[in-house]
């Protein structure tokens, strides 16, 4: 099968609309990230929209990506297909790791 990639935006419903890699660059560059939630220094959870996809390697609907940074963690992500979801589990990452820098301080 040959690889195709897919690039998509949100519309003003937070909804996936499929569109070209210039306007996904463009879009990316103003929208980005969608939250992003500073505990300490060395502690924080950013949500992006990734809005790709493919034919062979990622396929399923686009989704949003969860980057976790605090004590201990490295290269941590967590991915949502909704927006609303996004939100609310980016609330849930972020009241989680305030208990863990909490627990553990942020120079682990």
């Known amino acids: 099968m040959p690889w195709h990639a897919h690039y998509y935006i949100l519309n003003d419903a937070h909804e996936p609309v499929e569109t070209t890699l210039s306007e996904w660059c463009h879009w990316r560059a103003a929208n980005d990230p ?5 505990i ?3 502690a ?3 949500t992006i929209w990734l809005g790709m996809t493919d034919d062979v390697t990622m396929q399923g609907p686009p989704k949003f990506g969860h980057m976790i940074e605090g004590p201990g963690l490295k290269e941590n992500w967590a991915h949502s297909l909704t927006y609303e979801e996004a939100l609310a589990r980016h609330d ?3 009241e989680w790791l305030r208990k ?3 627990r553990y301080g942020i120079n682990r």
């Open 100 to 102: 863990r820098v909490a």
């Open 40 to 42: 300490d220094i060395n």
């Open 92 to 94: 849930r990452i972020a």
């Open 44 to 46: 924080r959870v950013t």
């Open 34 to 38: 969608i939250k992003r939630t500073d």
